[in-house]
């Protein structure tokens, strides 16, 4: 089984701050999500990355697949970035083989 | 729909009770999955759907749990006898391919049912 792990788990920032949430798992891979959740809200997708890095907006995703390691980056952090980053990653076993990190809970100050 | 609808959105119910869910997914979506998040915990999976295949049930806590989906179309979670710990968001996504296929499909959530038993 693979095991996800997401730091930090909660971080406070101050608005235009660039922010780095890692993930790193055990097991090799064939897909790693990064999902967002605002407080009361659903969850979206982010990014789906398999190698290399993607870009959208001022949200980064890169992955290393040799060390097990993906980033999310937020740069010019906005109050409206203030939500729960999860990671999850699909190993290609299991029902669905995704398993999720508990998330990082980020908090933009104004 | 333009994306993955859920009702209701909130869900009183007495301790005992049978409540029913249920998930609109994006059209043309063939899989079909159900999550559980519980107060400050990370997602559950449940039960997986993909196309008219037999679905993937090995993530229902109990037999009190079903759901069922007719096609590619709407899907129902159903829970007998609640209890207090089945208390969560019960989280609905879907994807136009299946996981682990050579095309990993980009998941779609649905906004979630909030689950109260009380």
């Known amino acids: 089984k693979n095991e996800v792990e997401q730091s930090p788990q909660n971080l406070t920032a101050q608005e235009g701050e660039f922010i780095t949430i890692n993930c790193s798992y055990s097991?090799?891979?064939?897909?790693l999500h990064w999902l967002q959740q605002h407080p009361g809200g659903g969850i979206v997708s982010l990014f789906m990355l398999s190698s290399g890095k993607k870009k959208h907006g001022r949200l980064i995703a890169t992955i290393n697949i040799q060390e097990k390691h993906s980033s999310l980056h937020i740069t010019a952090s906005h109050p409206r970035d203030s939500a729960v980053y999860i990671c999850a990653v699909h190993s290609g076993g299991g029902a669905d083989g995704l398993t999720f990190g508990k998330g990082t809970h980020l908090i933009i100050q104004p | 729909g333009a994306g993955v609808s859920q009702s209701p959105s909130n869900k009183v119910t007495e301790k005992g009770k049978d409540v029913e869910l249920r998930c609109d997914p994006i059209s043309g979506h063939t899989a079909l999955y159900w999550y559980r998040q519980r107060l400050g915990q990370g997602l559950e999976f449940l039960i997986y759907f993909q196309g008219n295949s037999a679905p993937d049930k090995s993530g229902l806590p109990s037999d009190r749990f079903s759901a069922e989906r007719t096609g590619e179309s709407v899907s129902t979670l159903t829970i007998q006898r609640t209890q207090q710990e089945d208390s969560a968001v019960y989280l609905c996504?879907?994807?136009?391919?299946?996981?682990?296929?050579?095309?990993?499909?980009?998941?779609?959530f649905g906004e979630g049912s909030r689950l109260t038993v009380l």
């Open positions: 996504a879907s994807s136009r391919h299946r996981q682990g296929a050579a095309n990993t499909g980009e998941l779609f």
């Open positions: 097991v090799g891979i064939s897909a």
